[in-house]
């Protein structure tokens, strides 16, 4: 008669057999969390960004902001809420419309994980210092750095700058009488905003090329791949905000009391 084994298993192979079930359930939780975030991300009752009445609606949460200090720094798909008398800055990721981190610094553009951010003398990127201090800067890619900042430190007007981040060296790009008031690039666009002080007009700068703009270039951004700027309330505009396509050369004012940035 053949006797049976029960547990023809021996101590070896029980821990393999253990360990590869061990592995398994990693696996499994690991899928079960990717999807549950993925859930959580899809049940948002607001899928939309937006600017009204000096709150920033940014899916479900509401940020009050002042309209000074306070600003907001865009860099597709990365929309930043800087908030300076608290020392912090909010980074949202349009992509997956989440909160993607929160620091202790004023933020100027951040993209791919990497961040440009002033201390209030001295601008840095990912923590080296660049020699400057730019007012509003922008990462074009991991070699050059553009910089809005002062031509003297005594005056207003300032200038365009791009700055080699290895060597640290600077060059002007674009040197004006006015203000710049915003920048960015879109499509490999490179758009900037102008007022003239004396006059009180506003200009856009496209692709070297000046266009009248009917309201303050505050905040240059994108949508669906299109370029736009937001106006916000200030002096210049009569204490009112709106949002502006810029289609080429022409700019189409949106009927709209929102200023849409992610939709």
């Known amino acids: 008669m053949t006797t049976i084994q029960l547990n023809p298993l021996n101590p070896n192979h029980r821990r393999i057999l253990q360990f590869l079930v061990g592995i398994m359930l990693i696996v499994f939780l690991t899928i079960f969390f990717v999807i549950l975030q993925k859930n959580k991300s ?30 907001i720094v865009f860099h597709y798909p990365y929309l930043v809420v800087v908030k300076p008398e608290q020392q912090k800055s909010l980074v949202y990721n349009l992509n997956t419309k989440r909160k993607e981190t929160e620091v202790s610094q004023i933020i100027l553009d951040y993209f791919h994980r990497k961040s440009l951010s002033n201390n209030g003398n001295i ?4 923590g080296q210092d660049l020699g400057v201090l730019c007012e509003k800067g922008f990462i074009k890619n991991d ?9 003297n430190k005594n005056n207003v007007e ?21 203000l710049l008031t915003d920048m960015s690039i879109v499509n490999d666009v490179l758009y900037l905003g102008e007022i003239d002080l004396y006059t009180n007009k506003s200009y856009l700068l496209i692709k070297g090329e000046r266009v009248l ?21 200030g002096a210049f ?27």
Request: proline letters at 2%; charged letters at 30%; aromatic letters at 12%.
């Open 42 to 71: 899809v049940h948002i009752k607001n899928n939309t960004v937006y600017l009204q009445d000096g709150k920033l609606y940014v899916f479900d949460e509401t940020i009050p902001l002042n309209q000074y200090p306070d600003r």
């Open 123 to 126: 601008t840095y990127f990912d």
């Open 143 to 151: 070699n050059e750095i553009l910089c809005i900042t002062k031509i």
């Open 158 to 178: 300032n200038k365009l700058i791009s700055i080699d981040i290895k060597t640290k060296k600077s060059q002007d790009v674009y040197v004006s009488k006015n």
């Open 213 to 233: 703009a009917t309201d303050i270039v505050s905040l240059i951004y994108e949508i669906d791949g299109k370029a736009y700027f937001a106006s916000y309330k």
């Open 237 to 263: 505009n009569g204490q009112s905000e709106a949002s502006y396509l810029i289609d080429r050369d022409k700019i189409i004012k949106q009927d709209t009391n929102k200023i849409f940035l992610y939709r």
